[in-house]
């Protein structure tokens, strides 16, 4: 049995709940944009401070979309979204020992909310499947993928609260399957489009 990569875990519970915090904090602001801008300059730094330890997933919908085009092992995916999930647990209990207001998007679950998660979600895997394949240089693979989680974001803002990510979602106290699912969905679909284009 291969030894476990605890390391890859930690990272990835540490830049979830970081994410899962600064998306908890701009929600409960009411400024536009600042869940996309903060939520995409949290993932470029993870990109550049974890990724060689884990590949700075730090999303489900990343990690699921990965490994449906085998980039990372059923396994290693599994304990992969349980460190996303546990920090996206534990940044909900910091946030509500500090007191703050806690943004609900529970009661929001309808086909648009759904197709904006979806799509969301799509341009943040799509753009880094560029980066997995080599597409995109290292120097620039924070810039890209950042970038292409602030365009999720502003995408699905519209319809959604723009989470894209189970994990905040649980993070966020959400208990909607639309808000858990579609992210999944999109994350999909972007891999297995990206890797269909290339080959």
């Known amino acids: 049995m291969p030894p476990m990569n605890y390391r890859a875990y930690v990272a990835e519970l540490i830049g979830t709940a970081t994410l899962t915090l ?12 600042a869940t996309p801008v903060a939520a995409g300059l949290t993932l470029a730094l993870f ?3 974890i ?14 979309g990965l490994w449906s085009i085998a980039k ?7 304990k992969y979204i349980l460190s996303q999930v546990v920090g996206a647990f534990l940044a909900l ?3 509500s020992l500090l007191g703050l207001n806690i943004a609900n998007v529970s009661a929001v679950d309808s086909l648009a909310v759904g197709v904006a998660e979806a799509l969301g ?9 560029s980066v997995v394949y080599g597409k995109v240089s290292d120097v620039a ?17 519209s319809f959604s609260n723009g989470v894209l990510n189970p994990a905040v979602a649980i993070g966020i106290g959400s208990v909607s399957l639309t808000y858990l699912l ?8 972007a891999a297995k489009l990206y890797t269909w284009l290339i080959k």
Do not use: M, R, W
């Open 141 to 157: 693979s924070g810039i890209v993928i950042g970038g292409s989680l602030l365009l999720g974001i502003t995408a699905a803002a």
């Open 93 to 95: 209990q910091l946030v």
């Open 22 to 33: 600064s998306v908890l904090v701009t929600l409960s602001s009411g400024l536009a944009l």
């Open 182 to 189: 579609a992210p999944l969905v999109g994350g999909v679909a």
């Open 121 to 129: 979600a799509f341009f943040l895997v799509f753009g880094i499947c």
């Open 47 to 49: 990109v550049y401070t």
């Open 51 to 64: 990724g060689p330890i884990s590949g700075s997933h730090i999303n489900p919908a990343v990690t699921v």
């Open 72 to 78: 990372i092992k059923t396994d290693e995916a599994i």
